[in-house]
Each structure stands twice: as structure tokens, then as C-alpha cells.
């Protein structure tokens, strides 16, 4: 098969512990999953999860031990950090049963969802998609993924982000409102979910700015952290 110039390269991200990659399908979000959280953002609770998504080339991924170079992104003055566990889809399906859901997770990580939060309030002032706000370049900061088998904890496990040492999020996993399994059974039915599908899980509140040499640095327990710095 012959193409009018090359198509682009996989985009992937690393395994903890394994030379092989993980190749990304579709990057999913799941917004205001945290009840503090989503009373910071204006809602009241367990409505239904609201879901977005990111190009699959926003992803940065970040070598274990390593830190990754986020450039400072355009049009905005307000760019946020935004801590989450990330959910690894190794396979596929649609309308997946939530007693069932683990069976189609290939792993976990620590990401970031990245916001341009000046640009996603004014869209959402004027009630428009607010994708400028989520998709734009490196939007999605991405650690190692450890596969589900070593991170059998993870219900147990707790999610935190500092900025230049100063702690900003902290909560347990178990405060999400929608769980793992939820999120999988929600989303296969409005998609069908496909292996090196990425879901981005929603952050805990603490959400705020970050500026140019800021060192973002996020961990879950039992996953390998993840460092970033803003240039």
C-alpha cells in the first residue's frame, strides 16, 4: 500500500519493567470524578460521567527514572495541572459489563490532564466545545504503565501531585465517584473500546496554575511516578 507522504509514527508509551511499548488507540477523560473536585468545578455529585477526549499524538510520555519537557503551551495564561490514574485497555469491547470490566484492563499509570483553563471557562461561557482547553500538544503527560497483575492494590492505592515540593493533590482512589469497572461499563456504551485505549480517570481537588521551570511531580501508590517540567 502506497500513501501521498508517510503516515505518522505509533504512538506508544512504556511498561514498567518491559522493553516492549504500549501502543496508544484513543486517549478518553473522564471530568469532575472526585466529589471535592467536582464541587470545585460546580457540580454536586454523582451525576452521570461526563467524558472527553485528547488526540492520541497529545501524549508525553515519560521514561521510568526520567523527566519529561512539557513546553509551555500557546493562547493561554492559566495552564493547570491535573493529577490522574490512568487505565490501560489491553482488550477491547462495547456495552462491557462492570462485574466484568477489570478483564479488559491491560494496566495503570499516573498521568496528567493538562488544561488550558483560561480557554476551556470561556468556551464554556459561551457553550461551545471546550477541546481547545483539553487536546492541544503534550496535553497528556503519561508515566510507565504497570501491568494490571503487579498493581493488584490499586483500589487501596492514593494519588498525589506537588509542584516544586510543595504538595498541591492527595486523595485515595477510593474517593472517585465513578470506580474503574463504572468507568469502563459507561464508556463502552456510548464507544467501543479497543486495546491502547488510554482513560484518564479524573482528578481530586487541589487542581491550579503552573508556570514555566515548574516541576510537576505525581505518584500512585504501587505505580512509578511521574515527573514533568514546565519550559
Known amino acids: ?12 508509551a512504556p511498561i514498567a519493567g518491559a522493553a516492549e511499548r504500549f501502543p496508544v488507540h484513543r486517549i478518553y477523560c473522564v471530568g469532575s470524578n472526585y466529589l471535592a473536585h467536582a464541587q470545585e468545578m ?16 497529545a501524549l508525553l510520555p515519560v521514561e521510568a527514572g526520567g523527566t519529561g ?28 459489563d462492570s462485574a466484568r470490566a477489570l ?6 499509570a499516573v498521568g496528567l ?5 483560561d480557554l476551556q471557562s470561556e468556551m464554556k461561557k459561551r457553550s461551545a466545545p471546550w477541546c481547545i482547553g483539553k487536546g492541544f500538544d503534550q496535553a497528556a503527560p503519561l508515566g510507565p504503565i504497570t501491568p494490571r497483575a503487579r498493581a ?13 515540593g510543595a504538595e498541591r493533590q492527595r486523595s485515595p482512589l477510593s474517593q472517585m465517584i465513578w470506580n474503574v469497572p463504572e468507568i469502563i461499563a459507561h464508556l463502552s456504551a456510548a464507544w467501543t473500546l479497543c486495546p491502547g485505549d488510554l482513560i484518564f480517570t479524573g482528578t481530586p481537588a487541589g487542581v491550579g496554575p503552573v508556570a514555566r521551570g515548574d516541576l510537576m511531580e505525581a505518584s500512585c501508590t504501587g505505580l512509578e511516578p511521574l515527573r514533568v517540567r514546565v519550559s
Not at 1 to 12: C, I, K, L, R
Not at 42 to 57: H, I, T, W
Not at 79 to 85: A, C, G, I, K, T
Open 69 to 96: 519537557a512539557m513546553r509551555y503551551p500557546s493562547l493561554t495564561h492559566n495552564l493547570h495541572h491535573e493529577v490522574e490514574l490512568v487505565v490501560a485497555v489491553g482488550a477491547g469491547g462495547c456495552d462491557i
Open 152 to 164: 493488584e492494590a490499586i483500589g487501596a492505592a492514593e494519588i498525589a501531585l506537588s509542584v516544586n
Open 103 to 108: 478483564e479488559h484492563v491491560f494496566g495503570y
Open 42 to 57: 460546580g457540580r454536586s455529585g454523582r451525576e452521570p460521567p461526563v467524558f472527553f477526549l485528547k488526540p492520541a499524538d
Open 1 to 12: 500500500m502506497s500513501y501521498v507522504f508517510a503516515p505518522p509514527p505509533v504512538v506508544s
Open 113 to 117: 490532564d493538562m488544561t488550558r483553563r
